[in-house]
């Protein structure tokens, strides 16, 4: 099974993939996580896509395709891929299709989390992870037992660049204009199944509310 999860920032698609991914044993590949560790590895792209991403801009499509492509080639899980991030223009949900054709594995469903701008800006702003084991927490919905430290490995924890107030409007911006159009672009695909949930709902439900609906 292959699905895009989409959504807004915030929405709380990486919180649904974790979930989804051990449910189905499907392979997670998360485009931010993809270019937040090309960035760390110092590669010469490095800085090049920090412009993009501290900015809250959506990095150049040319770019995106090769990198997402080659994630893509080299994964797979016993339950397929859940792509999360990626696609988030049309240009790249072409180059997706054409990759998945070729290898005729096509895409199975889309999954939509909605959210509100206001619980939007309220989730990113607040949410802090740690840098050593990845964790993530928000400092009123679930802080760590000590402040500012990770409960696992005690590492202080850090805000993402991107996770402030005037970032986060930018990459509201970026979504409605260059995401959103991409919705439309899969909803005129009438083989593949579209699921909406209501990202404001409890985590375990809208899972399960997802799991149904893709099983
Ligand atoms: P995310 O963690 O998904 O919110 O992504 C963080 C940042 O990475 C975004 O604000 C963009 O700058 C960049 N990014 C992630 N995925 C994409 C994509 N598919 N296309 C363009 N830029 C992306």
Request: proline share 5%; charged share 25%; net charge negative.
């Amino acid at each position: 099974m292959r699905v895009v999860l989409m959504g807004p920032p915030g929405s709380g698609k990486g919180t649904q993939a974790e979930q989804l991914v051990s449910r189905f044993q499907m392979k997670h590949l998360s485009s931010g996580d993809i270019f937040r560790q090309t960035r760390a590895s110092g590669s010469d792209l490095a800085d090049k896509l920090a412009e993009y991403m501290d900015a809250g801009k959506l990095i150049p499509d040319e770019i995106v395709v090769e990198m997402m492509a080659k994630a893509i080639a080299s994964a797979d899980g016993p339950g397929g891929l859940l792509l999360d991030g990626f696609p988030r223009t049309v240009a790249q949900a072409e180059a997706l299709d054409e990759q998945l054709a070729q290898a005729n594995t096509p895409l199975d469903a889309i999954v939509l989390l909605t959210c509100d701008d206001a619980t939007i800006i309220g989730r990113i702003t607040g949410r802090r992870s740690c840098p050593s084991c990845g964790k993530v927490y928000h400092v009123t919905f679930m802080p760590p037992a000590n402040e500012g430290v990770c409960d696992t490995c005690g590492t202080e924890l850090t805000q993402r660049d991107d996770d402030t107030e005037s970032v986060v409007s930018q990459r509201l911006d970026a979504y409605r204009n260059q995401t959103e159009p991409v919705l439309a672009y899969y909803k005129a695909k009438t083989e593949l199944k579209m699921i909406e949930a209501d990202g404001r709902d409890d985590p375990k439900a809208i899972c399960q509310e997802i799991a149904e609906a893709l099983a």
